[in-house]
């Protein structure tokens, strides 16, 4: 395969680019639109890790023709007028990390897209790559990374890079679990809930699981969630008896990270803790998951093993302390890319020199 086509100058203004990334999500909530989506999610051997021929029989031969018509109802559910709530919160909190940054230089460009479905991470750099974009920092928004999610982003960068003919420089982040700013902002969600709602008997951070095996091939995801829950816990001032782990949407007849989110929360009522809330501190933004299965099925099972009262704590989603995170991490990267005000004429100059002495322009 060529290389791809852009939209190239020599004298083009170099430009830093940032691509913040989440995991996906359908066009529509429809049955069709589910199917690609699903085909192209579950296809990824970083997201089932068994062998191909075994799970493209059973991806095509059962899945495919199951499970698009479950989860287009449970989206239809959530969707709104403006389309899938991943892409409206990862949509704004792109055009508000871009007016931050474009603040510190007007240089800096901001795109987001997703691994799975539209826009693609392939689609996202070609508009970087033809502002101008030399310099990219890419952000997956995980906090707490592992293969099936982060490395995957990775992949589909790398897959992208290999058509190109001139590769930016890159800085890739690959988790931020025990970041300051992070901490503070799942800290500070949490208060405003309680200063609004009072608090419950019961915290319980919940984060979406991986088999097993994972963790003990070496994945460091397990212990980076418990790392966060520990740091959120000692900021809030919790001891060990106050909040709980725990994991949810398991997939297949494997075992999982435990404990189970649901199974926790059936078996709540009968300790004697008739009220919860809980927090999903892995995911940046509402999605199906934190909204249909967290904010409803889960508040179900609790309700009718006894419960009196289920909170869920909204993602950060483009709340100002979010915003703010995602605005020091990009920073953090890209300090030594920023060129002083008084270089920039000195820069200007570069260029058009490199424009003249080109022999393309040469007559």
Partial sequence: MGYKNQIFSHDQRKKI????????????????????????????PRVVEVPRLLWWLVL???????????????????????????????????????????AVDDRIV????????????????????????????????????????????????????????WLPELRFLTSYYDHPAYINAIVSSIRHHWSTQGRAEMLLLSYHGVPLRYLQQGDPYHCQCLKTSGLVASALGLDASEYITSFQSRFGREQWLQ????????????????????ICPGFSADCLETIEEIGEENRAYFMASGGSRYD?????????????????????????WLIPEGEKLEALQNRQNCANSHPFNQK
């Fill in 17 to 44: 680019g940032v691509l913040i990334t989440n995991l996906g999500t359908p066009t529509a909530p429809t049955k069709r639109a589910l199917r690609t989506y699903l085909k192209q999610f579950l296809s990824d």
């Fill in 60 to 102: 095509n031969g059962i899945i495919l023709n199951i499970r698009p018509s479950r989860s287009a109802k449970a989206y239809t559910s959530v969707w709104t007028e403006q389309g899938s709530p991943l892409a409206i919160h990862t949509s704004a909190q792109a055009q508000q990390l871009s007016t931050e940054l474009q």
């Fill in 312 to 336: 869920y704590i909204p993602a950060l989603n483009s709340e100002p302390e979010h915003i703010e995170l995602l605005k020091q991490l990009v920073m953090d990267n890209i300090q030594t």
């Fill in 110 to 165: 901001v795109e987001w897209a997703m691994r799975y479905g539209s826009p693609s991470i392939a689609d996202a750099l070609q508009n970087m790559m033809d502002k101008g974009v030399r310099k990219l920092v890419v952000l997956p928004l995980y906090p707490q990374y592992s293969g099936a999610t982060t490395a995957s982003t990775f992949d589909a960068l790398a897959a992208d890079f290999t058509h190109r003919r």
């Fill in 259 to 278: 404990p189970y989110t649901d199974e926790i929360l059936k078996s709540l009522p009968a300790k004697g803790v008739k009220s919860v809330q809980i």
